[in-house]
């Protein structure tokens, strides 16, 4: 629906633009940035995902449910228009999120759009909860104020979110690097920690 100017409104995803890209690139078919409009199963994570990585269900929650992998993925299927709305649905959930960390900051302290930009996508990716419960040690650097460390603990191939299950996977640690590329640029000379030892290249 266009507004009273007659200019169609933009889309949140279109705001956060390099936000998007990172989750369309990670959360698409074969980073090809399509949608999987067809369920599949991610061993990974054991989750049922479509679209731009919408979660269904875990495969013991199917079992329980009774559902056929065929059932599962004829129930849940994704035309495209619908995956475009529920990545928009996604990144608003992401912001809710990106909000609620920041309301753990020292008043008068706010994020920088660069650092909700870069925010976006781990949180499209891990979830607050998650990040609350497994980031202890960034959260202790959130509530003092320190975001240049919140953002290492979250970003660094070693200790941050890169793992699934006990495995690190090249394919975050990838992706961690270029939400931390967003997250720390423009910091008007604040001399930022070298993270990575490597360039990183696609998968």
Do not use: C
Request: proline fraction near 4%; aromatic fraction near 10%.
């Amino acid at each position: 629906m266009a507004d009273m100017s007659g200019q169609k409104p933009m889309r949140i995803s279109e705001l956060y633009p390099d936000a998007s890209a990172i989750i369309r690139k990670y959360e698409s078919v074969n980073q090809s940035g399509k949608p999987h409009l067809i369920p599949y199963y991610d061993k990974d994570g054991d989750r049922w995902t479509v679209g731009f990585g919408r979660t269904i269900m875990s495969d013991k929650q199917r079992k329980k449910l009774g559902l056929t992998k065929d059932e599962l993925k004829e129930k849940y299927t994704m035309t495209p228009k619908e995956t475009e709305i529920d990545f928009d649905n996604q990144i608003r959930s992401a912001m809710n999120d990106v909000i609620k960390l920041q309301n753990e900051l020292p008043e008068g302290v706010k994020f920088t759009k660069d650092e909700i930009e870069g925010l976006l996508p781990i949180a499209q990716n891990v979830g607050y909860t998650k990040l609350k419960d497994q980031g202890i040690n960034a959260f202790k650097s959130l509530r003092k104020g320190d975001k240049e460390n919140f953002g290492y603990h979250l970003f660094n191939p070693k200790d941050g979110f890169i793992k699934s299950g006990d495995n690190i996977l090249k394919g975050l640690v990838e992706r961690r690097a270029m939400e931390n590329s967003i997250y720390s640029r423009n910091k008007g000379g604040m001399v930022m920690r070298n993270y990575y030892d490597y360039e990183p290249r696609s998968i």
